[in-house]
């Protein structure tokens, strides 16, 4: 069936803010099936067909970028940014945002470069998302990328600054979704948990100098837009259909949510592939002091089982310079408290240990208790603790509610809630979840 866009409708169209740009055509079924959804798939493939993917998890992500692009405005809450990344210059990253760009919003990413510090961050953050871009790309990162202002801003829906010699606040929606490329980069650890990692590897020295069959791909991908967007809708349609059943990967909670059960979702359930796959990888290499603590824990349990005072952990360590298990402690309590000498001192390593206490690493966790004013320390099993609070009947009318993109939404609803409150059909883009946002396509 054919589209309706808001555009054709003014009424509609100021009820939800979101237009059609340019002619194009879009055809989404009404009750796509998995088999259309697989096909669906197959289609948006091919234009990522050159890229020199690492695995499967990586070319599932490029995909996920193209459907958080089209299914933005239903998307109630954050997007995670998109990061591809590659050893080499030259192996098509700005190329993959771009084509993931055009395909999502039928332009290209607008494009910035990375600020020095967190005030510069800060105000190009509100300026370009104050322009309205559907993709943000911060281009050619070197080194590491991170920083409060970038982390507040994935996990915002509004970024606000003051205006520079005014004594005003400057707001802007934050509803763009943001790519980084750059060649092997580095994250800080608040900034790791919210990327989705795309990694790209040719394995040649000069990449840019390969041969592709498409010679001006963005064209190539441009004439086939319709079809291509089409093809991103009716996944998430299908998923939509269907019930948006489970998928086993782990909840993600927090402002990503709603992400997760719409995109991550539905790539699982056509693919059968977490495009989250590269997070945990990221993660670690972006949080070295966890690695420390993990390593730790791991030797200090290995050695007691009791509470023991520092002063006795390190007697046992001089006692006993042979002992592997010893060597192993003593190895990574240094890596981990950092002494300037390189010595264990029990008072500057319990200062050092007080900031993980309670902190779990690799299935352990550290404890203390002061007893007659002696402090004792001991590694423990850690135990995930989750408290159940009964909803309000607004949290649960949200639970019963998913995000549907046409047919039915997929709350359960009752005999008597149909008789009494009968659904009107929604139009083929719908939010079902009351984000302010009915239907319509950027």
């Known amino acids: 069936m054919q589209v309706e866009f808001p555009l054709r409708d003014p009424e509609r169209r100021c009820q939800t803010g979101v237009i059609l740009a340019g002619a194009v055509d879009i055809e989404v079924p009404e009750s796509p099936t998995l088999d259309d959804a697989r096909a ?42 998109f990061s591809v990344t590659a050893p080499t210059a030259g192996t ?15 332009l290209g990413a607008a494009t910035m470069a990375p600020a020095g510090n967190d005030d510069e961050w ?22 590491s990328l991170g920083c409060p202002a970038l982390a507040s801003a994935l996990t915002a829906r509004e970024v606000s600054d003051r205006v520079l010699g005014v004594t005003r606040i400057l707001r802007a929606p934050q ?37 592709f069959v498409r010679r001006d791909l963005l064209r190539w991908v441009r004439d086939r837009r319709g079809t291509l967007t089409g093809a991103a809708l009716t996944i998430v349609r299908a998923y939509s259909v269907a019930g948006q059943p489970a998928h086993g990967l782990g909840p993600i909670l927090g402002s990503d949510a709603a992400w997760a059960r719409i995109v991550r979702g539905a790539i699982a359930w056509v693919a059968g592939v977490d495009c989250l796959a590269g997070r945990d990888k990221l993660r670690a290499a972006a949080d070295p002091e966890r690695l420390a603590l993990e390593a730790a824990l791991a030797a200090w349990a290995a050695v007691y089982d009791r509470w023991s005072t520092l002063r006795d952990v390190v007697d046992d360590i001089d006692r006993r310079p042979g002992d592997p298990a010893m060597v192993s402690l ?27 206490l309670g902190r779990p690493a690799g299935g352990l966790v550290l404890v203390s208790e002061r007893p007659r004013n002696v402090t004792l320390w001991r590694v423990d099993v850690a135990v995930s603790r989750s408290v159940a609070v009964a909803p309000t009947p607004r949290e649960k009318l949200s639970e019963d509610t ?13 005999d008597r809630d149909t008789a009494t409150s009968p659904r009107p059909d929604p139009s083929p883009f719908s939010c079902a979840a009351g984000n ?5 396509y950027v």
Not at 92 to 106: F, P, Q, R, W
Not at 122 to 143: F, M, P, Q, T, Y
Not at 182 to 204: F, H, K, Q, T
């Open 92 to 106: 098509g990253k700005g190329l993959l945002v771009e084509v993931c760009a055009t395909i999502g919003s039928g």
């Open 436 to 440: 302010g946002i009915e239907d319509g």
């Open 122 to 143: 800060r105000k190009r953050i509100l300026s370009i998302c104050a322009e309205g871009h559907a993709a943000i790309h911060i281009d050619n990162v070197v080194g």
């Open 40 to 81: 669906a798939w197959m289609t948006l493939a091919e234009p990522l067909a050159e890229f020199p993917f690492v695995d499967a998890a990586d070319r599932a992500a490029a995909i996920a970028a193209i459907l958080s692009l089209c299914a933005r405005p239903a998307i109630d809450g954050c997007v995670p940014l």
């Open 402 to 414: 998913r995000v549907t993109f046409g047919g039915t939404a997929s709350g359960t609803a009752t």
């Open 330 to 356: 003593r190895d990574s309590l240094v890596a981990l408290s950092q002494p300037r000498d390189g010595r264990l001192d029990p008072n500057r390593l319990g200062t050092s240990l007080c900031r993980h």
């Open 175 to 211: 509803r763009a979704v943001w790519f980084a490329t750059g060649n092997n980069i580095a994250y800080v650890s608040d900034l790791a948990r919210r990327v989705v990692p795309i990694r790209l590897d040719s394995g040649a020295e000069r990449p840019e100098d390969r041969a």
